[in-house]
């Protein structure tokens, strides 16, 4: 078994599991017609429906599931990603909610109050969300590197200010746009400029926009970093072995703060491509439970940039899909149910490396007489 | 193989000392009079029976008591929780703490300690401590009392308090067994010393009728300087090292006299001082030189600063006082970093935990602290091909088996791994090269394979500090040897002065008897 | 009244905060039970062939489509108000283990509430199927309503204010589709009121009924002083106490002058509630409005335990008749029927009579209203005399209830 196998196969079975496990429990509390059913049309709505387009329908019928299963797939991607480059050096980002909602706030106020060209807002609009992340995840940074804080309590902690600061007080207090006209209520800032919209990419009906293609140059750009640069080199081997990296001149409070600003900066983005390409404003609520998807993400994608990227897209499907179930009459939360199940199987993995390494001894214990 | 054909007599109310160096068997043999380990062949026999001791559960129910050198206390908890516990008095089914208190306090005061049974144990000292652990035993019902280098952590003044314990103890009827290898402070306490080297008795006498030099002699062995102290396999014979340093094929034997060294000062350094890990002064005054072509060795029982002076030598440990200057630099702001920048390259003793990241592949590994530079990396770019190709040619050059470089280092053997560091940091051309154990765990081959690499490296014009507590490889590769114990250097060996009954005596601390 | 953003939002924040761990706990937990108690939370089953088939086969039923927000069904509240008047008031359906079946008529007459009792005989089932889409995200809100309109819904509802936008651009997209915003007006992306020839939107004059409850709490207020308890502080909620400022004034202007009102700038936090009303109680305030989400209920716990302790003290509910949750201690409720408007809705669409354009219901279309007192205090006949003497000035448009401050300002106490 070639490693590249031995790293992928884990996910790959531990998903179909889950798939398996959450089709059977539909089966069984309802019948297995609905259970195949309730998968396709989370298919159908994951992917779009070919068979009713390739007869003719309409196009939309593709286009749009596959928008919102791309603007799905690209939050999980870059919060995935968030959680994913921490990770790398041994840091657990538990806090990209609150630096995507960092990141959807100054998003939104740079794409309200900011007057620019497109080609200048969008960018700025951006880089001022992925700032707005940084900051946040510094802090937790921060606090571990100079007062060895764990990561895991601040950023839980600083999750919490940030809902309390930004969904429970600043875009319902000082931030609120205001309606003209007393007999409407807004919660949630301004509209965003039209120039600061991320374009859509698949005609107005689909709303799959730039943010997908952003989030899978990030992936990209974030393992090209990790594989083919110095700085991804030292950051990979500060994460692993932290005292070696020391010895070997690397600065290493340098490398976990960086790769902890950055993960906030991608989990910053994530805000954006929601408050720039489908909300078009801070709604009044936005939790972000994205942020702890990246966590599931991260780690059915083992913790690889393009493992993130590629289990994102199969959740975004299954999630942007799943909605679909409700029509059968099946709960909402099976997306979620599916993931759940996954990252639980994933979590075993080393069983799952046992079962198949006694397989394969197996084997060569049979093929040896023979030889 | 860490005791072969050990005897031991402990006679009922006298302090027995059991001497020996670092892996002379000292430990393993507490180890089984404590029911730890189980002897493969041979009796022990307690009041004349024998008796087979399965575990420490065992032993307690025998009477046998054992203070371990890393304290097994439960730091918030009180002292009187600490002692009962495992057995704590109980009224109505609850934890009767005041009687638990009392009976604590009764036994401190029969066996003449100061010990308040209500504090909690992290707030004592070290020393405070260690008698907690030693009423912990007697509570127990500890007749035969073990302790494991009792005083490796205690200050002076600790050390002379546990003295009086352990004479206080003996007189009120208990025995109680010392292991050692400080000679001195044996000779000072005990009734009867009992003498290991390669995991044999090889002697028993009275305290009153030896002396230092006499029981160091014992303990490293008359006119064997291939005598077993830890690490390397060695095969058989005092010419052990010799043969196989010809093995390899590069040998310079010790017959390659070194006269004085003449290459310029790579390292001069003054009364260096640093603390060690747990806070306590390590390097208490560290006072060395080392030139350009020489090889200059570190002799030492582990633990007496060898690791800290090879740590401040590569930036890895800050200086707490002295002053020096490294090759060309001042050594009181050393980095890891800067240490690199210089030239001074690092074969640490942890190989797992300082020299390699084992996940990444052996030539990640190459390029680690040299990532940096061409051939490894192009702007801020790795540069797969370079990399590669230097990497083929260090595993070729090095014989590291199997020579492939995308494998990861950690399903390499330690001898292959060993090899991947020391053809790293040579490859790097270091000016001074800090090596610590280089050969520990090694087979012979890979063990040769190191040593001839090392005489290159001096060959080359590199400074080579080497801190060994292998006493034949010290001998057979420098050529000039300091002597650590407690952290200052007791002896100053050049090549032609190299005495090793002398050397041996100095490592453990005793004073020079002529000279 | 309705607090869709701060309330349930926020409160499926909760689960989903505390560490991937208990996610892990949640989803093994959720697969346990999965089969038996889930069930009972699902969508209704599409209209699929089998289903139609086994209906009396009159005209094909008409699909209406709801999409409800991220509080989701079961939220004793709004959710559930409009999910009422289209499911068992418009479909005469009730939903079960994951299926509709038929209600007894008995059933749906029970669900309407006291102040619509004249409305009641004119509830009947209409041919048409409900097709209930719950959120999970603010961002599927526009998907689950493109979504119903692609299944071939006639009518499609957003529920909430939320949902606005949403149903913006999905009306946009979808000129030939219709649709219903609950609670909002249509906004242009400047906060500007827009309209749509394909949407009809409803809002409430919480301050009708808010007046009326006030008027009340002036009668029953034994200290002459009165609270009121908002969440956050937005023009809906300002309706709110607006309109009970003016009640009070009118029947007890000592009491008027002493109200006291606080607003918890949470939807979301039994606990904050409950302070904000200890407080009040503790100031001497006898009687308690609130208009604050899940605050509201810690209002009620803590009136509930003054009473307990042997004060005399009563909370008014709030959205639906909230008497259940403390018999004893519910003065009455201000109800806010969504319902009525979701099946006013679905009514015209069947009869080819649902236009666009903005619906303000008040006391007078019966979008708001008082609900039963059901306890009993001295006087209790008079004061209700009195209240429904006012109602009655209202219907007839001889009283103009004031909704904004500034309007309060210039609020005329008419006589009695």
Redesign the interface.
Known sequence: MG?RTRQVLPSVLSVLLALA??WL?IA???DADTATKAYLQMLW?GVGNWPAYLEGGNAN?VL?PLG?SA?KAALLTLTGLSVAVAFKVGLFN?GA?GQMIWGALAAALVGAHVSLPAVLHVPLALLAAAAAGAVWSSIAGLLKLKRGVHE?IST?ML??VA?SLV???LV?GPL?????????????T??IL?TAQLPRLLG??S?LNLGFPLALVAALAVWVWL????????T??VG??P?????????TLWRAGGAMALAGALAGLAGAV?VLG???RY?????A?YG?DG??IALIGNNHPLGAAVSAAVFGIL??GG??M????????FP??I???A??FV?GRMVWLALLNRRRAQRAAVEVPRA | MSLEDASLDIVPGELLAVVGENGAGKSSLMNVLYGLYHPDAGTFLMDGKPVRLKSPRDAIARGIGMVHQHFMLVPTLTVAENVVLGREPTKRGLLDLDRACDEVAATAKRFGFQLDPRARVDTLTVGSQQKVEIVKALHRGAQVLILDEPTAVLTPQESDELAQVMRGLVQQGRTVVLISHKLKEVLGVADRVAVMRRGRTVAEVRASETTVSALASLMVGEGSRGAALTGVPVTAGPSGSDTVAAGAGTASTRSDEGTAPSGPIVLDAKDLRAKGDNGRPALQGVSLTVHAGEIVGIAGVDGNGQRELAEVLTGLRALDGGEGTLLGGPLADLTPARAKARGVGHVPEDRLARAVVKAMSVEENVALGRHRQPPFARGPWVDFKGRRERTNQLLTTYDVRPPDPTMALQAMSGGNQQKVVVARELDADPKLLVVVQPTRGLDIGAVAQVHARLREAKARGAGVVMVSLDLEEVLALSDRVYVLYEGRVTGHFPRKDLDERELGRRMLGAESDHG | MHFPGKGKAALHLVDSQPMMLRRLHVFALAALLCACSKKTEEAPKAPSPSATATKPPEAKPTVVGLVIDVGGRGDHSFNDASLRGLELWAAGKKYEGGKYVDAPAGEVRQSISSDLAALAPEVKPLPIQPLVLQSKAQEDYAPNLQLLVEQGAKLTIGNGYLLANAVRDVATENPEARFLLIDSQLMDAQGKAKSLPNVRTVLFKEQEGSFLVGALAGLVTKTNKVGFVGGIEVPLIKRFDVGYRAGVRTTNAKAADALMAVYTGSFNSVSAGKEVAQDLIAKGADVIFHAAGTDGLGVIQAVKEARAAGKTVFAIGVDSDQSHLAPDAILTSMVKHSDLAVYQAAKDLVDGKLTAGEQVLGLKENGVGMADVRVDFPGKAEALQKVEALRQQILAGKLTVPGTASELSSFQVAAP
């Open positions: 490693e496990v959450c429990t069984l509390t309802r709505g019928s749009r919102e603007m538990i909610q895991v839980i999750n919490w809902v969904d429970n007080w319902i609120r746009a205001v309606a003209q006209g007393h007999q409407s209520s807004i919660t949630g301004a509209e039209s107005d009906s709303r594989g083919r640069t110095r700085s991804g080199y030292e990979r081997a692993l072995t005292e070696a990296a020391r010895a070997a001149g690397i600065p929601l489908t909300e078009g709604p009044g609520t936005l939790g439970p702890f966590i599931a999630r942007a909605t679909r409700q029509l059968l009459g099946v709960h909402k939360s979620e149910l993931q759940g199940f990252l639980l979590a």
